[in-house]
């Protein structure tokens, strides 16, 4: 849990150190090194230091390896990358898989450390400016409780460190119980809200309302199942059978009343997080608008498309990005786009995620149903249309070494007829047997398209888009809002807010009670935040893991053959009147035998910190 104090201070000290924000905030051109009381004498110096501490939101979720993918929205396409050590449930001490720098144990408390600097530091400060001083300690307390949010949702409680320490100290620090640290990111937040309650600052950068956003996701997690002990027990035998229960949730205590807390935080976070995007409709919209008001919402006005709506005031807080820096994670089209346009279908959608969206009229689909399963991709939830890539859907331009003036996503295979009118069998281009490319196609049949730039003008494989990362939006305080309020009682709201967002994406209204409400608000939250890190905590939070994250995995075949008397050459292009499609459900255990055992409910700590620090007590089910 060091810090490399120099050189963070010098990255925090870059002009172009925090592509997350616009930088027109800072203008500073850095000697070599700084004396570090310097840096709390000048207001300049003191902002880029805070600046950054941003540096650990990193590329937000737009990693080449997405959360996604160790959910049941998505598969990650390519071997080898340690994903699957998550997934088929065998990750250890020793082998913790996959771990992105926006969880990762020394990445997030190599910056609360820097925010420890920071809040210490200001509170002496000596330059003048006390609105600044103000503003910048309000955000690194935003940043200290996002940083430990992220490790309490991922590890349960950890060690609270809000000191710095110097040079030879003992570092071995014990938990604290998971009350502590809940407690702890709740003060951290408040007082950032509290200072920076009235301040101004650039996108990117936190507010008050991301403030209160962060303490309404904490407090709605605490309320949750899988850190309500005696709950969790009953579903765990693994956590039943942990002799430290108060790291993982509560103990005893009213769950009410932590329901009734969850729901006024995230209240309090709606009203101070602005009306959203069109969460005012009172009808369903039309399902044209409903999938374009999702791209829009996805977009955020930074789509070069400006056919869609240019709306950003959707995100509280987000990542952005700038055409002045070359981040990775303007990547987002190639890591996951189709390989027929020479992309890399990183994080692809499984077929479970695909089922799970509603008929326009609010009914389930079902492979049983034979409609259904004649035309799969139609008349199905706007969302769907703007979150998923399947076979036929139109998409970009192809490149020019692509013969498709139709320009559709093809991951079929399909009758042709050869130069010579011999018939043939064609595997189409997005597929892992594509002329295009064959080393990188999806595996599951489809491709995302939420999160990628729909601006035709724009080339996924060598253009960069600027599509900023929701680390929170008015949506998630939405949806927030309806558990909490479900879970105490108070249905007519919880559905008032839900149809809400059903009406924006043109569903209609919904009319159920119980049970029923909360299956419904859980299959709404799935389907509207999908690709958006929610659902590896939803499922784990709610405990219905073992049977959505722990699913094997569900590509679709799909096969077109010719109508008789009907013929095609190429080029091929989807076409109804001309073939009889199938699409046949495949489950799949040979890349990814996922499996669920309890123990990963929470990620283990690594053996090189236990080693380091005697005092830390190991999650469980991971002693063995």
């Known amino acids: 849990m060091k810090l490399k104090y120099k050189s963070l201070l010098l990255i925090a000290l870059l002009a172009g150190g925090l592509s997350s924000c616009d930088t027109d905030f800072l203008d500073v051109t850095p000697p070599t090194e700084i004396p570090t009381d310097a840096v709390w004498k000048d207001g300049a110096l003191a902002e880029g230091f805070v600046t950054g501490v941003y540096a650990g ?11 996604a993918s160790l959910t049941d929205e998505a598969v990650f396409t390519h071997t080898g990358r340690n994903i699957n050590t998550v997934n088929e449930g065998s990750l250890s001490p020793s082998n913790l898989g996959w771990v992105d720098a926006t969880y990762g144990w020394s990445q997030m408390f190599q910056y609360i450390r820097a925010t420890n600097i920071a809040i210490s530091n200001l509170g002496v400060a000596t330059f003048t400016d006390e609105t600044l001083k103000a503003r910048l300690k309000g955000e690194a307390y935003f940043l200290r409780a996002y940083y430990y949010q992220q490790l309490v949702r991922y590890y349960g409680a950890v060690p609270l460190i809000k000191k710095v320490y110097a040079l030879n100290e003992d570092y071995s620090v014990a938990r604290a119980t998971f009350d502590e640290c809940v407690k702890s990111i709740v003060s951290d937040a408040d007082s950032s809200a509290l200072l920076l309650d009235g301040k101004s600052l650039v996108k990117g950068r936190a507010t008050k309302a991301a403030a209160l956003a962060l303490k309404a996701r904490i407090l709605l997690y605490a309320a949750s199942d899988l850190h309500d002990i005696p709950t969790a027990k009953a579903k765990s035998a693994v956590i039943s059978a942990f002799p430290n229960p108060e790291f993982l949730g509560y103990t005893s205590g009213d769950r009410k009343a932590r329901w009734t807390a969850a729901q006024a935080a995230a209240k309090a976070a709606l009203d101070a997080g602005g009306a959203g995007y069109k969460l005012n409709l009172t009808a369903p919209v039309t399902q044209e608008q409903g999938r374009l008001n999702y ?5 955020a006005g930074a789509s070069a498309d400006k056919s869609l709506d240019a709306s950003a005031n959707d995100i509280i807080f987000g990542r952005y990005f700038t055409p002045s820096q070359n981040e990775g994670a303007r990547q987002t089209g190639l890591n996951n786009g189709p390989n027929g346009y020479h992309n890399w279908a990183g994080n692809t959608p499984i077929g479970t995620l695909v089922d799970d969206y509603e008929m326009m009229d609010g009914t389930s689909f079902s492979w049983t149903n034979p409609a259904h399963k004649a035309s799969p991709y139609t008349n199905r939830d706007p969302r769907f249309y703007a979150t998923v890539m399947y076979d036929g859907a139109t998409w970009k331009p192809r490149p020019s070494d692509a013969k498709d003036p139709a320009n559709q996503i093809q991951t079929g295979a399909y009758d042709l007829l050869d130069d010579k009118g011999a018939l043939i069998n064609r595997k189409g281009l997005d597929t892992r047997s594509s002329s295009i490319e064959d080393w990188n196609g999806s595996r599951t049949g489809y491709y995302m398209r939420k999160f990628i730039d729909p601006n035709p003008s724009l080339y996924d494989n060598t253009d960069r888009q600027n599509i900023p990362w929701p680390f929170m939006r008015v949506t ?4 927030n809002y309806i558990e909490a309020s479900i879970e105490v009682g108070e249905e007519a709201v919880a559905l008032e807010w839900l149809n809400k967002i059903r009406f924006r994406a043109g569903m209609p209204a919904l009319k159920v009670s119980g049970a029923a409400l909360k299956e419904a608000y859980r299959h709404e939250k799935r389907i509207e935040m999908a690709y958006e890190e929610q659902r590896y905590h939803d499922a784990r939070r709610w405990m219905i893991a073992p049977t959505t994250l722990g699913r094997s995995l569900q590509y679709i075949n799909v096969i077109g053959k010719f109508k008789p008397g009907k013929s095609m050459k190429e080029p091929y292009h989807y076409d109804p009147t001309v073939y009889d499609y199938t699409y046949t459900p495949v489950e799949e255990k040979s890349h990814e035998n996922r499996t669920w055992v309890d123990k990963m409910y929470f990620r283990p700590f690594s ?5 380091r620090n005697a005092k ?4 469980p089910g991971y002693d063995k």
């Open 57 to 67: 939101l990193q590329q937000g979720g737009f990693s080449e390896q997405m959360l």
């Open 295 to 299: 791209i829009s919402l996805a977009m």
């Open 476 to 479: 998630e305080n939405v949806f």
């Open 607 to 611: 053996r090189d910190e236990i080693n």
């Open 616 to 619: 830390l007590v190991q999650n």
